[in-house]
């Protein structure tokens, strides 16, 4: 169910952008209890002149390999839910591909379970 998008510089290797999907999916089904095969990761690569953003805002030193990782959900789960998710995808990410945690950047979009189509012009989660 969550809708995943990733912002990132170009220039990352076919194998690093897989950890980082891969990282992000499995973070979400430890944490959220996403139900397997509820994969919706779009990722999305960016030149330099477009990717602008503060190289230490809040005292977060960081660098030119900043992924951002926006995740649309349910509103249904806890602030230790969303806290576990932040730091077990934090740690996924700095193991492979090897990022360092200042330059993993999460936020969480939270919608009723009405705002969601998944096809056939159906509301599944009504």
Known sequence: MPLVRISLRQGKSDNDLQAIREGVYRALRDTFNVPE????????????EEFDCSPDYLG??????????????ND????TQKRALYQRLTEYLTTAPG??????????????RHNWSFGNGGMQYA
Do not use: K
């Open 37 to 48: 095969n509820d994969r919706f990761i779009l990722l999305h690569q960016h030149a330099d």
């Open 76 to 79: 249904t789960r806890s602030e």
């Open 99 to 112: 990022l360092r945690q200042e330059d993993v950047f999460i936020n969480l979009l939270e919608t009723d």
């Open 60 to 73: 977060i030193s960081r660098s030119q390999e900043l992924v951002i990782i926006q995740i649309t959900c």
